[in-house]
């Protein structure tokens, strides 16, 4: 008997086609976009870092800054806002008041001021000195100008051309700024008969120089000039 093809038991069963491998290419290119994303990544990194954002406030994906770091940076300013606010008043107290500048000069009329005599007057609220110098007294003073003192000038540097007798110092011992006596009728004068500070002991001569005592320089001459004979502008 014939064996039928179709039942026969010899006949095989066709295999399954396997399953197509990806090419390298494919593979190849997913690499290189991996490659390059993180590469994208750790540049965005660096140049925040460059920037002065601290490492850990990139995000990788798109290089921003976090929201937590905004409001850090925004807290910051706003301090540095209410500080500037605290600051201007304080410096605005420190500027001269209006009625100082309006004293940045006085006239003073000398006409009262007998030679030998002195007065105190003020000028930007502090002490001011006037002598009228007798002529003895102008003889005496130039006559110290070269003797050993600890801010030497003469009588000349100290009073204007043509006005020798007339002494216009402030009134404050530059040592601690305490004012002087000698100026009124009957305050000590000191040992050179000029102006003592009773608070360390500095005496000053006839022209307003340190002459003993721990002043370390001379009582200062403010800017002055003579409008008239009889009228003295301070400042």
């Not at 920037?51 to 807290?75: L, T």
């Not at 051309?161 to 006596?181: F, S």
Request: aromatic share 4%; charged share 20%; proline share 7%.
């Amino acid at each position: 008997m014939a064996t039928s093809k179709k039942t026969g038991g010899s006949a095989k069963k066709p295999a399954k086609k396997a399953a197509p491998k990806k090419s390298a290419a494919k593979t190849g290119v997913k690499t290189t976009a991996t490659d390059e994303s993180v590469a994208a990544a750790d540049t965005t990194t660096h140049s925040a870092v460059a920037a002065g954002v601290p490492h850990e406030s990139v995000d990788p994906a798109g290089g921003e800054v976090r929201r937590r770091d905004f409001i850090n940076i925004a807290a910051v300013s706003f301090a540095g806002v209410g500080g500037a606010v605290v600051v201007l008043p304080l410096i605005s107290q420190m500027s001269a008041s209006a009625d100082v500048m309006a004293l940045a000069s006085v006239e003073v009329d000398v006409s009262a001021i007998m030679p030998g005599q002195a007065i105190k007057t003020t000028w930007r609220k502090q002490p001011v000195f006037i002598r009228n110098l007798l002529p003895a007294e102008v003889a005496q003073a130039k006559a110290s100008d070269k003797d050993p003192m600890p801010d030497p000038q003469t009588l000349d540097e100290r009073t204007l051309p043509g006005h020798e007798n007339w002494l216009v110092t402030l009134g404050v011992c530059t040592h601690l700024g305490c004012v002087p006596t000698g100026a009124a009728q009957g305050e000590v004068k000191g040992d050179y008969g000029g102006y003592f500070c009773p608070c360390h002991g500095s005496h000053y001569d006839l022209a307003g120089r340190i002459r003993k005592g721990p002043a370390p320089s001379n009582l200062e001459v403010p800017k002055y000039s003579f409008l008239s004979d009889t009228v003295i502008q301070i400042g």
